[in-house]
């Protein structure tokens, strides 16, 4: 079987297994776990088939027209080039890590059949854009992924929050794919061809037209979808959904198709050094305003979420200096421990009956509840933070060391301003990332007081995945190496400054708020009853979404039983590190009520202006062209009395008018 044979039954057999599962879900449910998890495994053998024999050699290119269309062709086109191999076994691996995992922790859940099913659909449609080498073909994929998040985000549609997050990660979505629709169309009336391979080549000759418009359209739509600042927002509301889904759409689809597209289309970008510009600033104000921002988050899936768009940011940031190389070998790297962070969050809650950090900073002994994922986490926490030797201080570094070049000028593909920028926002972003990080792992499996509950071991399902995915947790950044064709052939191995800077920054955010967090936990008993009435007085919000946390639909789905959340005061050192910023950075600095000033409430004021000159105005002209017919009706309905004689009357009184009307009328001419 040939390579692109192999290529097209990697998306395709994750398509066939979500129209099977969603027609057999009630009618055979027995075949729905089959049919969630084969396809899936078998795409992401199929995928690593295929990166075996690409080789990170010449890109494989195969083309086929779809449709004529009289000027810019469709072509339903492969493009395998050694970014494509990788990033598809990325998306196999998760997906069917994400499909096991899911029969375990959503087996009592009546919506499992639709949900194993999107699932699948939303990795063939991921699939489908990491393979396609046609814009127009690589638009159905990114599209059908928006409207998956759409319905997995939303899978407790009971809840209000449910609904309102997967409405939120439609609308802004679209928001951004208005602007990237109008710019692939302008790219392609520039090249000619949506044909990636054909547009790099127009490129290449200086053939495009408007470089920087084209590139800030793409911009926005890559804002959106892999959520950089400012459409960032709707990625920690989307923490609403199930854990599982989390996991997927963090680690390998949806907010990775953004990053991934830049980087196969990185010479339309490069081509405006001013676009470069505005990526860097995009990248540097997405990676420090997202660290700050988990700092200050009580729920653990909120501060991982805020930690993926800061991950995302350092990727937006290689892009940003020319460096493809270096983001996709960080997309990666992050995919493995991002999804082994998610899918441990999920035994934590699991276990634990919350997923609020000030609930779980009030138990004792959780680490040993569940130590499979208190070891994994523990080391994806760590690869999170780019400890030495952890796979996230290899694919960060590349990063830095990209920029670097950059900023020192070794680099001219992009300004060195770009560089600058990067690099700054890199290594305080690495101070922050090593704080939230270890605040998390303090603040869930070092707490003190009422014994965590103990319901035995999690599932194999559950805890197999977690220690699968700790294995690239660990050894995926010594690949870098032999991997080096797959990534253009160039050096991604960290240099002296950057190693000295981002792990420096990183030992010293994880040592400070190590050292705030025993400083806060050795007050707290001291803690004089009033000074405490007031602490709570003040963190209401705080406790009003621990509160909350606990009280979720999937806490209720996913849980043995529901355990009250444990009241009183938590140590919490990212209060103390963010002082009076720390209310503002829970609130994502109040991003959401800007859009509701800017944009929500005028809108809702137009809505209701056009609804009045509706119903007032047009709706007048409406009725009024009704009314006129209705009342000559009623006139002529009057004369119609039904009398003979009155008729015969009527008919000689008109002769006779007529009569005289014809005499008048005679005379006059006559005279004239």
């Given at each position: 079987m040939s390579t692109t044979t192999l290529a097209v039954l990697v998306p395709l057999l994750p398509f066939l297994g979500a129209v099977a599962g969603l027609l057999l879900g009630r009618t055979a449910p027995g075949f729905v776990r089959p049919l969630a998890l084969l396809p899936t495994l078998a795409a992401?053998?199929?995928?690593?088939?295929?990166?075996?024999?690409?080789?990170?050699?010449?890109?494989?290119?195969?083309?086929?027209?779809?449709?004529?269309?009289?000027?810019?062709?469709?072509?339903?086109?492969?493009?395998?080039?050694?970014?494509?191999?990788?990033?598809?076994?990325?998306?196999?691996?998760?997906?069917?890590?994400?499909?096991?995992?899911?029969?375990?922790?959503?087996?009592?859940?009546?919506?499992?059949?639709?949900y194993?099913?999107?699932?699948?659909?939303?990795?063939?449609?991921?699939?489908?854009?990491?393979?396609?080498?046609?814009?127009?073909v690589l638009l159905v994929g990114w599209e059908i992924m928006g409207i998956c998040s759409y319905f997995l985000v939303g899978h407790y549609w009971e809840t209000e929050a449910a609904r309102s997050a997967s409405l939120k990660a439609f609308l802004v979505t679209k928001l951004g794919d208005v602007p990237f629709l109008i710019g692939l169309f302008a790219l392609a009336a520039d090249?000619?061809?949506?044909?990636?391979?054909?547009?790099?080549?127009?490129?290449?000759?200086?053939?495009?037209?408007?470089?920087?418009?084209?590139?800030?359209?793409?911009?926005?739509?890559?804002?959106?979808?892999?959520?950089q600042f400012p459409l960032h927002s709707w990625l920690p509301d989307a923490m609403a959904g199930p854990t599982p889904v989390s996991a997927l759409i963090h680690a390998a689809t949806m907010v990775a198709a953004g990053v991934y597209f830049i980087a196969r289309l990185l010479p339309v970008f490069t081509a405006s050094r001013a676009a470069l510009v505005v990526m860097a600033v995009m990248a540097a104000v997405t990676m420090v305003g997202s660290g700050l921002a988990a700092l200050?988050?009580?729920?653990?899936?909120?501060?991982?979420?805020?930690?993926?768009?800061?991950?995302?940011?350092?990727?937006?940031?290689?892009?940003?200096?020319?460096?493809?190389?270096?983001?996709?070998?960080?997309?990666?790297?992050?995919?493995?421990?991002?999804?082994?962070l998610f899918l441990g969050a999920g035994v934590i809650i699991h276990a634990a009956g919350t997923n609020s950090l000030a609930a779980m900073s009030r138990m004792d002994g959780l680490a040993k509840r569940i130590p499979d994922a208190f070891w994994t986490m523990t080391i994806a926490l760590l690869a999170l933070a780019a400890i030495p030797p952890f796979a996230g201080f290899f694919s960060k570094e590349a990063v830095l060391v990209a920029a670097e070049h950059t900023a020192t000028g070794h680099?001219?593909?992009?300004?060195?301003?770009?560089?600058?920028?990067?690099?700054?926002?890199?290594?305080?972003?690495?101070?922050?990332?090593?704080?939230?990080?270890?605040?998390?792992?303090?603040?869930?499996?070092?707490?003190?007081?009422?014994?965590?509950?103990?319901?035995?071991?999690e599932p194999l399902a559950m805890t197999g995945v977690l220690w699968l995915l700790a294995i690239p947790s660990i050894g995926f950044g010594l690949a870098a190496g032999p991997l080096a064709d797959w990534f253009d052939g160039r050096e991604l191995s960290p240099t002296v400054t950057t190693s000295v800077l981002g792990t420096g920054a990183a030992v010293l955010g994880a040592v400070l708020t190590y050292a705030l967090w025993q400083r806060a936990t050795a007050r707290l008993p001291a803690a004089p009853a009033v000074a405490v009435a007031a602490a709570d007085s003040a963190d209401s919000a705080a406790s009003a979404a621990a509160e909350s946390a606990a009280e979720t639909p999937e806490v209720a789905e996913v849980t043995h039983e529901h355990p009250?959340?444990?009241?009183?005061?938590?140590?919490?050192?990212?209060?103390?590190?963010?002082?009076?910023?720390?209310?503002?950075?829970?609130?994502?600095?109040?991003?959401?009520?800007?859009?509701?000033?800017?944009?929500?409430?005028?809108?809702?004021?137009?809505?209701?202006?056009?609804?009045?000159?509706?119903?007032?105005?047009?709706?007048?002209?409406?009725?009024?062209?009704?009314?006129?017919?209705?009342?000559?009706?009623?006139?002529?309905?009057?004369?119609?009395?039904?009398?003979?004689?009155?008729?015969?009357?009527?008919?000689?009184?008109?002769?006779?008018?007529?009569?005289?009307?014809?005499?008048?009328?005679?005379?006059?001419?006559?005279?004239?």
């Open positions: 992401a053998v199929l995928a690593v088939l295929v990166a075996v024999r690409q080789g990170g050699g010449k890109a494989i290119d195969t083309v086929t027209e779809l449709t004529p269309t009289g000027s810019v062709p469709i072509e339903l086109s492969l493009h395998l080039d050694g970014f494509a191999a990788l990033v598809a076994v990325l998306v196999g691996v998760v997906a069917t890590c994400v499909q096991l995992y899911s029969t375990a922790y959503l087996r009592e859940d009546p919506r499992y059949p639709s194993a099913a999107l699932v699948s659909l939303f990795t063939s449609a991921m699939l489908l854009v990491v393979y396609s080498g046609d814009l127009m090249a000619g061809s949506f044909r990636i391979t054909k547009i790099l080549g127009t490129v290449a000759a200086g053939g495009l037209d408007h470089p920087t418009l084209i590139a800030l359209l793409l911009l926005a739509g890559v804002a959106g979808k892999s959520a200050a988050q009580d729920d653990i899936k909120r501060v991982l979420a805020y930690s993926t768009v800061g991950q995302l940011g350092y990727m937006t940031g290689a892009l940003a200096v020319g460096d493809r190389g270096a983001a996709v070998f960080h997309l990666l790297s992050h995919g493995a421990f991002k999804a082994l680099e001219q593909l992009a300004p060195a301003a770009a560089g600058w920028v990067v690099l700054t926002a890199g290594v305080l972003t690495a101070l922050l990332t090593a704080a939230y990080a270890a605040r998390l792992w303090l603040m869930a499996f070092r707490g003190r007081g009422a014994a965590a509950p103990d319901h035995g071991r009250a959340v444990p009241s009183g005061p938590a140590p919490d050192p990212g209060r103390v590190l963010l002082g009076p910023l720390h209310r503002h950075a829970a609130d994502g600095f109040h991003l959401d009520a800007v859009y509701d000033r800017l944009f929500v409430r005028p809108v809702r004021a137009a809505a209701v202006l056009v609804r009045f000159l509706d119903r007032e105005v047009v709706d007048t002209y409406v009725r009024g062209a009704g009314t006129g017919p209705r009342l000559l009706g009623s006139l002529v309905r009057r004369a119609q009395t039904g009398n003979v004689q009155s008729y015969l009357s009527a008919l000689l009184a008109g002769a006779v008018v007529l009569a005289i009307a014809t005499a008048v009328l005679a005379n006059v001419n006559a005279g004239s």
